[in-house]
């Protein structure tokens, strides 16, 4: 059974960075899609940024490109965002998921429980 597991959440002021991490467990993930999406006060989740585990090709939603990447530790099994210049837009719970397969696709079957990212002005 896949369990993910997100860290690093926090407060932090505009402009600032945050790391988030997502350990993975419960199977090898070869052949797996990991992602992060994020849900704000009031909206829809929205797909942030994903990576295939094996190859290590990334997506990103237009709005934090330049700005978050995505990368994953196979020798620890865990998915990371790094998050700079970040904006109050940003403010959000943020999850962690996977997917089997590798083309591109905002359908995730494995969700974690989510960190909220706050970011003041």
């Not at 505009?14 to 419960?26: H, M, V």
């Not at 790094?82 to 998921?97: F, G, H, I, R």
Request: aromatic share 14%.
């Amino acid at each position: 059974q896949v369990q993910l597991v997100e860290s690093g959440g926090g407060l932090v002021q505009a402009g600032g960075s945050l790391r988030l991490s997502c350990a993975a467990s419960g199977r090898t993930f070869s052949g797996y899609t990991m992602g992060w999406f994020r849900q704000a006060p009031g909206k829809e989740r929205e797909f942030v940024a994903a990576v295939t585990w094996s190859g290590g090709t990334t997506y990103y939603e237009d709005s934090v490109k330049g700005r978050f990447t995505i990368s994953r530790d196979k020798a620890k099994n865990t998915v990371y965002l790094q998050m700079n210049s970040l904006k109050p837009e940003d403010t959000a719970v943020y999850y962690c998921a996977a997917r089997l397969g590798v083309a591109y696709s905002h359908n995730f079957n494995y969700w974690g429980q989510g960190t909220q990212v706050t970011v003041s002005s």
